[in-house]
């Protein structure tokens, strides 16, 4: 039996006994709760008493008809969702009905499965608005207990970087924004220009390593007719689009060193030069950049200029890692579930212990992005209502794995080794039988009375495993 339509309540309204019982029959056995009511009057009465998720209502009735009942479920702000029914003959009242506000109809006398794939549709549509719903809810808690600007978060470590964003948001000096791939550079970046006087101003972002040499100081500079063999028309640069706003420029440290030049002209005199012009024009932008690389080592290596990297190192947001900031991964993990509900149209609920046990001891290399896309996968994947260990990228799984985490580390000691992996192995197979000892010795192939020496041995005789 299905849990979604345990937790759906039907209303039945029909004058005919017979109808009223055959429907009921089939909704009950499907596992819906049934309700039922004899005339529209009835009916009304029993839908202002008590909340139906679903009306399934003839068209034709004494006293209230359908018609009239679905503009009196209109007018009371009724949240219910009506299915009609229309004997021979009245197949342009179903049609009425659907126009005033009834979700769908199906005809007289009707077959159980026609019946109960009308009522599956409706049903699929209620979980589906009560998922977005959930959503707009979690968003607006999000927005108000749990986020800031868009940002998850309630560690010390982002409490920080929130403060340090309000702060910075109401200037113009140039922000340079550091930190892992992943750590939500461009969040923190939007949300400095969301929250600051520019914030109705465009808004640029652009990546420059995802620009061709040959191109970066068009995009970025602009140019004029002819300047370049397919400069076919004068085009503005990413600077004039973002002008009286900000540009966003990541991965900053991989501009070409003839354009860093050029962006240093930028940034001190505030005007740009298109390529091919004569002249500049004047500019009001906030400049805000990002590295995953550290521009302090890039200058001594002599890959950037130690000018420019002052120039924008005027404010440095250090971003924390996922695993610096491991106690938000609730909050990230149930975030990210909501946003994959919607968007999948999938119903997870959460993570199951071994799942959720995997996630928090993983490294996170790839940070909030990589959390984000093993949610995904987990959701897509799983077909129960809880994201399960099995479903997520084997790095996580094998995150958890004690041989694999063994044989992973630097120990070269065979003795060393083999002790370690003895103590899981005895570990694991007392675990799988509750701590029978008798049935653990059996799994391991050895004597109960040596598995009583070796639980000495390792501090395991006293450990419970039931």
């Known amino acids: 039996m299905d849990t979604m339509t345990q937790s759906i309540s039907i209303l039945v309204i029909d004058d005919e006994e017979d109808i009223r019982t055959i429907l009921s029959m089939y909704l009950r056995k499907e596992g819906y709760q049934v309700d039922l009511a004899a005339d529209g009057e009835e009916g009304l009465k029993a839908l202002l008493a008590r909340k139906h998720n679903m009306v399934i209502c003839d068209v034709k009735m004494p006293n209230i008809d359908g018609l009239t009942l679905l503009d009196e479920i209109r007018k009371r702000g009724l949240d219910t969702t009506v299915l009609i029914m229309s004997a021979f003959g009245s197949k342009k009242l179903a049609i009425e009905a659907i126009k005033r506000g009834a979700y769908d109809y199906f005809d007289k006398p009707f077959s159980r499965d026609e019946v109960l794939l009308t009522v599956l549709k409706a049903s699929e549509r209620l979980k589906l608005q009560k998922e977005n719903e959930t959503l707009r809810v979690a968003v607006q808690h999000d927005d108000s207990s749990r986020a800031f600007a868009g940002i998850i978060g309630q560690s010390d470590a982002m409490k920080k970087i929130f403060e340090l964003v309000k702060r910075v948001a109401t200037v113009r000096s140039t922000v340079l924004l550091s930190g892992e791939s992943g750590t939500g550079k461009e969040l923190v970046a939007r949300a400095i220009h969301n929250l600051s006087p520019r914030k109705d101003g465009p808004w640029i972002a652009v990546n420059c390593g995802a620009i061709p040499e040959t191109l970066i100081e068009s995009e970025l500079f602009g ?185 992973q580390s630097d120990e070269q000691s065979i003795k060393k080794m083999t002790l370690m992996l003895e103590r899981i192995l005895i570990r694991r197979a007392l675990e799988k039988t509750k701590g029978n000892r008798s049935q653990a010795a059996r799994l391991l192939e050895i004597s109960h009375r040596a598995l009583l020496y070796k639980l000495k041995d390792y501090d395991l005789d006293k450990v419970k495993f039931d």
């Open 223 to 407: 140019h004029k007719k002819g300047a370049f063999t397919d400069a076919s028309q004068d085009k503005a640069g990413l600077f004039e689009e973002a002008h009286k706003g900000t540009l966003f420029l990541d991965e900053i440290a991989e501009l070409p060193m003839a354009t860093q030049v050029k962006l240093l002209r930028v940034i001190q005199e505030e005007e740009v030069r298109r390529v091919g012009a004569n002249h500049s024009s004047k500019i009001d932008v906030r400049i805000i950049a990002a590295s995953l690389h550290d521009l302090h080592e890039r200058v001594e290596q002599g890959l950037f200029r130690e000018d420019l990297f002052y120039r924008l190192n005027v404010i440095n947001i250090k971003l924390p890692s996922l695993r610096e900031r491991i106690d938000d991964l609730d909050l990230l993990i149930d975030h990210f579930i909501g946003v994959q509900n919607a968007k999948q149209g999938t119903s997870i609920e959460g993570l199951t212990k071994d799942a959720l046990k995997s996630l928090k001891s993983y490294s996170w290399p790839g940070n909030v992005r990589e959390l984000q896309n093993a949610i995904e996968r987990g959701a897509v994947l799983s077909m129960g209502s809880h994201i399960e260990l099995s479903v997520l990228p084997d790095k996580i799984r094998e995150s958890t794995d004690e041989i694999h985490q063994l044989f």
